[in-house]
């Protein structure tokens, strides 16, 4: 088997999909790898001096994150600039990515810049625990975005466990204390666990009213996966409430 020419036809084949147009004070260069939603990705060069140049994605990677609904909340900013800094890559105004170097340092800046538009890209579909911390984040975004006035808190039940809650609303005169637990990837087994914790808070060692009358409130990412029917039934068994992320209107009630 001949390597070297099988890297050559592929070098050919690669040259061959780039596409240049001159658009002026830069020139676009319309590569042939492709994003997440199959576009081509392009690239910008200018001159910035008489021996520099810079290569940016005209603010297209980040802004095409935002199009396709997915908030950049600290969480995915960290990822983006963790990014960034893996391949020297700026962001200036308008979420431009950018890098400046000489032209002969032009292949390896064009590389950097391509691969931190692919990574980032990609940013939604990393390692699991990332996307369920995502889920999450929204979730208390949300919260804290339309004043529901809760906090983290961590109830210990009869059998002596602690459990911890990401977010809890408190006993108010004529409303129960209300648990939440938010679950990116719902399961009969995940509700099973909930009603165990919520049984088991209920029968604290405290006997407090605060416990014995708790609201135990799921709630799920419908776009991830919606809920089982044996779920369902377990939740509707132990009184556990489960609502699903787009249903904004009964998370709205939870604050009244």
Request: proline fraction near 3%; glycine fraction near 4%; aromatic fraction near 10%.
């Amino acid at each position: 088997m001949n390597t070297v020419k099988l890297l050559d036809n592929y070098f050919e084949w690669l040259k061959k999909g780039y596409t240049i147009n001159h658009l002026g004070k830069c020139d676009e260069i319309v590569t042939p790898f492709v994003d997440d939603i199959n576009d081509n990705i392009t690239i910008y060069v200018e001159e910035v001096s008489d021996k520099q140049i810079m290569l940016t994605d005209d603010g297209y990677t980040i802004t095409n994150l935002e199009f396709m609904g997915i908030k950049l909340t600290p969480t995915r900013r960290r990822l983006i600039d963790s990014v960034c800094q893996q391949f020297h890559i700026k962001i200036i105004e308008d979420e431009t990515l950018s890098i400046v170097g000489t032209p002969k340092e032009f292949p390896i800046m064009k590389y950097q810049l391509t691969s931190a538009i692919l990574r980032i890209n990609d940013i939604s579909f990393t390692q699991k625990e990332n996307v369920k911390n995502f889920f999450a984040e929204d979730v208390l975004n949300y919260f804290d975005t339309n004043n529901f006035g809760g906090l983290p808190t961590s109830v210990r039940g009869q059998s002596g466990v602690e459990y911890k809650f990401l977010y809890a609303l408190p006993k108010r005169k004529d409303k129960p204390l209300i648990l939440f637990n938010i679950q990116n990837n719902i399961s009969a087994n995940e509700i099973m666990l909930d009603a165990f914790k919520h049984n088991d808070i209920k029968k604290s060692a405290n006997l407090s009213n605060m416990y014995a009358q708790s609201r135990y409130v799921v709630i799920f990412n419908e776009k991830q996966k919606n809920i089982s029917e044996k779920a369902a039934k377990i939740a509707q068994a132990y009184d556990i409430d489960v609502i699903s992320w787009e249903n904004k209107a009964a998370l709205a009630e939870l604050k009244n």
